[in-house]
C-alpha cells in the first residue's frame, strides 16, 4: 500500500498562501490522494482528493506531479482558523472485497501567524 | 442534525468495565468507519462497515473490541472489560458510497477515559 510522507510542522503568515506538500512514491496507478485536515479537540474534516488531474474546491487546490509520485495543497489565503494537522493519505484497500481504508499518519502540523 | 454524531461525547469508566459507543451515521450513507486517536498520536483504524457485505475488522487491535451496524445505519462499538491502554478518543466516520472515490465525514468522536 502507498505509503505518504509529510514535513512534521510548517508556519505561515496570515493571508499568504499556505503549500504543504507530500510524497507519495509508491502510489498506484487507480489510488486516490485525499487531504484531511484535524483542528485540535475535533474530528478530522476532509478537504480534497484527486487522481491525476489537479482539483479545487472552496477549501483548497490539490495539485498533483504527472507521474503522481507527489502531491501539493494549497490553501490559499491562510487564516488562523486554518491552524490543525493537515494529513495526506492514499486510500487503500481493506482486507475483503470493496474495502478501502484511510490510513491516517502523522501528518503536518500547520501553524497560520498573525 | 446533518452531521456524523457520536454518543456520548465523554465516557468515564472503570478498569474491567464493559462500554457501548454510538455512531449515527449521516442518512443514507452507505458505508461506516470507526478509528480510535490515542493522545498525541495518529488516528488509527479499528473496522470498516460497506453496505449489507461482511464488515473489515482487520483493524480491531483485541477481541475485547467489537462493532455492530444495525439496519446499514447506526453502529455500536462494544469495549469488553476495559484496559487504562483503551483510553482514547474513538472517531466515527461515514461516506455516502463504497469505492476508492468518496469522502469520509466524521463526527466530533466519544473521549473515553478508563480509570
Known amino acids: 500500500d502507498a505509503k505518504t510522507t509529510q514535513p512534521p510542522s510548517m508556519d505561515c503568515a496570515e493571508g499568504r498562501a499556505a503549500n504543504l506538500p507530500c510524497n507519495h512514491s509508491t502510489i498506484s496507478g487507480n489510488e486516490y490522494v485525499y487531504w484531511y485536515r484535524q483542528i485540535h479537540s475535533q474530528g478530522p474534516q476532509y478537504i480534497i482528493h484527486?487522481?491525476?488531474n489537479n482539483e479545487t474546491n472552496e477549501m483548497a487546490s490539490l495539485i498533483i506531479t504527472e507521474d503522481r509520485k507527489s502531491s501539493t495543497l494549497i490553501l490559499p489565503h491562510a487564516t488562523l482558523r486554518d491552524t490543525a494537522v493537515y494529513y495526506c493519505?492514499?486510500?487503500?484497500?481493506?482486507?475483503?472485497?470493496?474495502?478501502?481504508?484511510?490510513?491516517f499518519g502523522k501528518g503536518t502540523k500547520l501553524s497560520v501567524i498573525p | 442534525g446533518a452531521g456524523v454524531s457520536q454518543s456520548p461525547s465523554n465516557k468515564v469508566t472503570e478498569k474491567g468495565k464493559d462500554v457501548e459507543l454510538r455512531c449515527d451515521p449521516i442518512?443514507?450513507?452507505?458505508?461506516l468507519y470507526w478509528y480510535r486517536q490515542s493522545l498525541g498520536q495518529g488516528l488509527e483504524f479499528l473496522i470498516y462497515?460497506?453496505?449489507?457485505?461482511?464488515?473489515?475488522k482487520s483493524g480491531l487491535p483485541s477481541d475485547r473490541f467489537s462493532a455492530e451496524r444495525t439496519g446499514g445505519s447506526v453502529s455500536t462499538l462494544t469495549i469488553q472489560r476495559t484496559q487504562q491502554e483503551d483510553s482514547a478518543v474513538y472517531l466515527c466516520?461515514?461516506?455516502?458510497?463504497?469505492?476508492?472515490?468518496?469522502?469520509?465525514?466524521f463526527g466530533q468522536g466519544t473521549r473515553l477515559t478508563v480509570v
Open positions: 462497515f460497506q453496505g449489507n457485505s461482511a464488515p473489515d
Open positions: 466516520a461515514s461516506s455516502p458510497k463504497t469505492g476508492r472515490n468518496t469522502e469520509a465525514f
Open positions: 493519505i492514499v486510500l487503500r484497500s481493506g482486507s475483503g472485497a470493496g474495502s478501502y481504508q484511510l490510513t
Open positions: 484527486g487522481l491525476k
Open positions: 442518512s443514507g450513507h452507505t458505508a
